[in-house]
Structures are given as C-alpha cells and as structure tokens.
C-alpha cells in the first residue's frame, strides 16, 4: 500500500472493470442492479447496487440564523423525520439550483434571493448511486398566496415547517434528534461555513466534481 499524504485527500473518479451486469427490478424511481466487477487481484464478484436519478436539499437561513426544517413521514424508516426541503432531480436538464428553488417553493412556500453550493455528497455509496447536492440560500421571504399553484399531495400534504436557530440545530443533530442525513450534513455543513460569513462557498451552479 502507497503511503499518502493529507494533500491527496479528494476523491477521484474510478471505475473497475465490469465483466456483466443484471437489472432485477425497476420501479418508479429506482433500478436494482448487479454488476459482476472485476477485483485489482483479477477475481470477479457480485455487486449489487441501485441506480438513483439524484436529489438536491436547500438549507435556508433567515437574517436571524434560523434554518427552516419541515418534518415528512417516510416509510421505510417507519418514522416522521425532521428534514430540509428537497426532492429528485426529476426535470430533464434543469441547473440543480433551480430545481432546488422549486422544491424550496413547492414545499415551503418560501424563496431566496441568495444561492451558494453548501456541500455534496453520495447518500449511500455501497450500495447506491445517488448524490445529492446541498445547497444554501439567504435573504429568504414567504411567496405571496396568489403566486402559489403547486398541490401537496401524500406524504407532502400535511408537513408542518419550523425555523429553528442554527445552533440549536446542530445540538439536536447531534443529540441523535435529527436523523435524515441530508439534514444533519447540512445543517453541520452551514454552521461550518458560518465561521468565514460563508466567503469560502463555491457558486450556486458550480460544477459537480
């Protein structure tokens, strides 16, 4: 093994060879997969993963530092869980930080004046594909009742919305209060970036690595 140093810490792209691949299932949102790939040793097995379309979150900070949360039942956690406004990236060739403004919009019936790319992440990498980009928005206003048109509808139909101050936020996070992952990395994410008034924050539509 190599011996590395903290400068070659950044991930990088890499893909191993992939000798077959199988779809078992496909539903609305996801596909079940097994490639068989090729090990550095030459040995081939199985693995099994899901390919997902992607998902963008929103950390919206109010004047006062509060961090808009809204709590959503979710089913297979069998619990209703407090989380950022998000949602898939279900639009063909829509920038992230637009369809992360619509979810903001759809879910909360607020919208930001100012976008900063927060963070990104691989939700689960072993066993999806899923990456999810967070972002932060400030200067943050309620949209006026007439200019509304979306309907919420299942899960989404009754969630309520809380402003609760950064870090409060992050002690609840981290007392274990708040599980949703895109929620406590950016919640973590933010206050971090508070240190430097967020100066350090890559643009709004930078590119994904």
Known sequence: MSALGFGDVEDVPEEWKVVSSA???QARVITAVTDAVTMPDGEVVDRDYVLHPGSVAVVALDDRE??????????P????????PAGLR???GEP??????RELAEETGYRAATWHTLVDTLVSPGMS???????????????PAGELSYVRRHEEA??????????????????GMIHNSQAVTG????????????ASLRPADAPEA
């Open 96 to 101: 992230l930080h637009l369809g992360a403004a």
């Open 187 to 198: 919640i973590l994410a933010a206050y971090a970036a508070s240190a430097d008034g967020f």
């Open 66 to 75: 509060r961090v808009l949360l809204l709590r959503q039942y979710r089913h």
């Open 129 to 143: 594909n899923e990456r999810t980009r967070i972002f932060l928005a400030r200067d943050v206003g309620p949209i």
């Open 23 to 25: 779809r078992h299932f």
């Open 158 to 175: 009754d969630m309520p919305v809380v402003w609760v101050p950064l870090a409060d936020a992050v002690r609840r996070a981290l007392a």
């Open 90 to 92: 279900d639009v063909e």
């Open 77 to 84: 956690a069998r619990r209703l869980l407090w989380e950022l």
